[in-house]
């Protein structure tokens, strides 16, 4: 949000931004743009102003949780072992991407468009911050070549996405990112 904007305009976003991230927590991905706009008593116009995609919506709500991803990568890049750095954020996406309704939907990628691999800011953010981490592993030889960032976030995306109708989906979540991690491995 620009701070050049109208008083009145700063006033709708907050509190759009307010209804959004109760709507986003309750409902997920599936958050209705029209009830946000009932909620904050504007117009759906006004709310499309502000955030014209759902992706957008979303993307602004999980933002404080992608810079926490962020952080938490550079903080693990000089962490000992590497393979157990890079294990320990990607655990760390799953199990924020199953507390946070809709954080799952903003990292999946959008095959649809024929532009580059990051379709989308958040996922362009962690994919930059985990980086160091997976080229660390790699050099160690504790991941196979040719995994990449992106093959991280999906597989990540996939395990929440595929539990979020679990009754238990955290441990479920953890149980299949574990499974996966052998994947990981070179093999030998």
Request: aromatic share 4%; glycine share 8%.
């Amino acid at each position: 949000m620009p701070d050049r904007q109208r008083a009145d305009a700063r006033r709708n976003y907050t509190r759009i931004f307010a209804v959004a991230e109760e709507e986003v927590a309750a409902r997920g991905a599936d958050a209705s743009l029209e009830q946000i706009a009932r909620t904050a008593g504007v117009g759906s116009a006004t709310v499309r102003r502000h955030f014209p995609t759902r992706q957008a919506l979303l993307e602004a709500v999980s933002r404080q949780r992608i810079e926490a991803l962020c952080v938490r990568a550079r903080d693990l890049a000089g962490e000992g072992d590497s393979r157990n750095a890079l294990l320990e954020w990607l655990s760390d996406v799953v199990a924020y991407c199953v507390s946070a309704r809709g954080l799952a939907a903003v990292l999946a990628y959008d095959g649809a468009g024929a532009g580059p691999v990051h379709e989308n800011a958040c996922s362009a953010a962690l994919e930059e911050a985990a980086g160091p981490l997976l080229h660390r592993a790699a050099r160690d030889g504790a991941v196979a070549s040719g995994v990449t960032v992106a093959d991280l976030i999906t597989l990540a995306v996939g395990i929440v996405l595929a539990t979020e109708h679990h009754p238990g989906p955290a441990a479920r979540a953890d149980r299949l990112f574990r499974l996966a991690v052998a994947g990981l491995s070179p093999q030998g």
